[in-house]
């Protein structure tokens, strides 16, 4: 059983302030090895429950252990405090050179000089950013100081690291290249992680776990594709990027298939539910199809609804069309079809999608 | 030279003489290294650096302790500071000269009319602007930038002195006006003090007495060693807190 002890884990963990609950975390823990991502919207309670399990402030209830220790002296706190480090979004370097900035956690801990420097100058290549060792942070940009930030996390080989947004404040090239140097490093050094952020995107992208965050409380855990195509609530659907959910009323069922009724129109959806139940669709936009003909051949898509284009938004590599077919309807086109089909806001176009492209949130009974 | 105060009154040729005069002297004295204006002016030094020196120790460390903790009451403390900062000399002269007074409180050590008694009254006129400008020095850095500290393996006692070190330029501006309020006081100096000449007298306590006696160009010559002082401390202290930034 010795191998299976949690590198971390946290137990009834709450955070008050004022009267009001910021944190309330009955259970949560963490595999050695594993990248977990906290994700929710700002507010939320991530940074609080960052600080809460790293012991930086701590909670007004609750216990951790660390590798099935548990940490509640001042003293054992400290040695907790020496085995992981922390990057916030801000990159809060001192005023310094970069090299003593990323060296700053080996000098706290008195390592020798000669060995500084080995370490610094590794973490310094390995982020690519070696040749400004010298420099003064205060003159490096958002993403050279970010990257010196980790760096300096980095060069204390930390047994768990935390993460707080680290990205979220950085133009997208450098975000897009920090992340996958990021990637790249966590995969080589398999460093436990959790990892703040209220971008799915990236939680999709490095996490081997994603844990949503609401109001204090974690309301589904999970791997990515669980907690993306299977959201345990509309919350965490429209969290995680379903951008397309609505309401309805079973009017017909049988056999594996049901058919809601909304605003009038009629979908089919795969599943059981009640006659009259009310359940909530989501639908993933990369999962609608758009046309511009009637066309009379057989699709395997059940669901087809003529309607006008609300508004297009470039998204970088697709468009975000928005439609209205009754209800709203969201699709991801790519660049080429939104030419091809020479789609404009105000244009009819039949959207169509599969029944099983469906996700059904059943209302949990009261 | 001896001039009557009256005489000068209207008389612009006169004043202009006397500010030419009291500068010839002034080189005078300092090319001369004239003995006496020497030892006021190290005297100077003495007092008000010990006094800078005690109140940085008292200053820095009670300013960092009250920016970091939190306690009921820390705003109410925080505006005394930033009172105490415009403590008059005057009123600090006063206080302790009632202390050390032959029956006051602490008579008993003898120390009135001592440079001693000048380094205490110069300490307690020193200490709230340096504790004042840490503790806002302290209290503008990044709140989160304590907790990165402390993420990377910090002891308290580590944390508070990286946090000084990253404080380094307002500190030094702590000690500038720290030490200006004091080389320039003369209320204190001269009630706790007592401008007694080869003992305890001071740039300024002699240079009001230079004055009331008419002697301006003596006056005029200690005013100018005394700006020229203040000036080479703080440009020394500016070497050091401009120096070495990196590109």
């Known amino acids: 059983m010795v191998d299976s002890t949690p590198i971390l884990e946290g137990r009834n963990i709450e955070v008050k302030r004022g009267g009001a609950t910021l944190l309330n975390i009955p259970s949560l823990i963490i595999q050695k090895g594993e990248i977990l991502s906290l994700i929710g919207p700002n507010g939320a309670g991530k940074t609080t429950l960052l600080q809460s399990l790293s012991y930086l402030s701590k909670p007004l209830q609750g216990e951790i252990f660390f590798k099935g220790e548990r940490v509640n002296s001042n003293h054992s706190a400290f040695e907790y405090r020496r085995k992981l480090a922390m990057v916030f979004q801000e990159p809060l370097l001192f005023d310094t050179t970069v090299f003593n900035n990323v060296a700053s956690g080996l000098k706290i801990r008195r390592m020798r000089r000669s060995e500084i420097h080995r370490v610094v100058m590794e973490q310094l290549d390995r982020l690519g950013i070696g040749h400004l060792s010298q420099r003064s942070a205060k003159t490096l940009s958002g993403g050279e100081a970010q990257r010196a930030s980790l760096a300096r996390a980095f060069a204390i080989q930390p047994e768990l690291l935390l993460l707080d947004e680290p990205f979220a404040s950085l133009d997208p090239p450098s975000r897009e290249s920090l992340i996958e140097d990021l990637e790249r490093i966590l995969r080589q050094t398999r460093t436990t992680t959790i990892f703040a952020t209220h971008d799915r995107l990236e939680a999709l992208r490095l996490s081997d776990r994603i844990a949503v965050i609401k109001q204090g409380e974690i309301v589904q855990i999970g791997s990515p594709e669980e907690v993306m195509n299977h959201p345990i609530d509309e919350f965490v659907a429209s969290f995680v990027g379903v951008e397309t959910v609505i309401k309805g009323r079973v009017v017909r069922g049988s056999g594996g298939t049901f058919v809601v009724s909304v605003s009038g129109q009629e979908i089919e959806a795969v599943g059981e539910a009640h006659l009259e139940e009310i359940v909530t669709l989501c639908i993933r936009p990369e999962n609608v199809t758009l046309s511009i003909h009637a066309s009379k051949e057989a699709t395997s898509a059940r669901n087809a609804f003529w309607g006008k284009i609300a508004k297009i938004t470039p998204l970088g590599l697709y468009q975000k069309v928005q439609l209205h077919c009754g209800f709203p309807l969201v699709a991801y086109v790519t660049n080429q079809s939104l030419q091809d089909l020479s789609l404009t806001e105000g244009k009819e176009v039949k959207a169509s999608f599969k029944a099983t492209a469906i996700h059904v949130v059943r209302r949990q009974e009261k | ?247």
């Not at chain 2, 000690?175 to 706790?192: C, H, K, Q, R």
């Open chain 2, 1 to 247: 030279m001896k001039f009557d105060i009256f005489e000068l009154v209207g008389n612009q040729e006169k004043v202009m003489d006397l500010i030419l005069e009291g500068i010839k002297k002034a080189f005078y004295l300092l090319i001369t290294f004239d003995p006496e204006v020497m030892k006021i002016t190290l005297l100077s030094l003495q007092v008000s650096g010990t006094a800078t020196f005690v109140s940085l120790l008292i200053g820095i460390s009670i300013g960092v302790t009250i920016a970091l903790s939190k306690f009921p009451g820390k705003r109410i403390v925080v505006s005394l500071i930033n009172t105490g900062m415009a403590l008059p000399p005057v009123v600090v002269g006063l206080f302790v000269t009632i202390f050390l007074w032959r029956n006051g409180p602490l008579g008993f050590f003898g120390i009135l009319y001592t440079p001693t008694a000048m380094i205490m009254a110069q300490t307690v006129i020193a200490t709230p602007i340096v504790m004042g400008i840490t503790l806002a020095a302290i209290q503008q850095l990044p709140q989160k930038l304590r907790l990165q500290i402390l993420a990377l393996g910090a002891t308290r006692l580590q944390m508070v002195w990286i946090l000084i070190k990253e404080a380094k330029l307002p500190l030094l501006a702590a000690v500038m006006a720290g030490f200006g309020g004091v080389i320039s006081e003369v209320g204190a100096s001269i009630m706790v003090g007592g401008n007694i000449k080869g003992y305890s007298r001071v740039l300024t306590t002699a240079t009001v007495m230079e004055t009331s006696r008419g002697n301006f160009d003596i006056a005029i010559a200690l005013g100018i060693i005394l700006l020229l002082l203040a000036y080479f401390i703080n440009l020394i202290l500016t070497q050091i807190q401009q120096r070495e930034r990196p590109r």
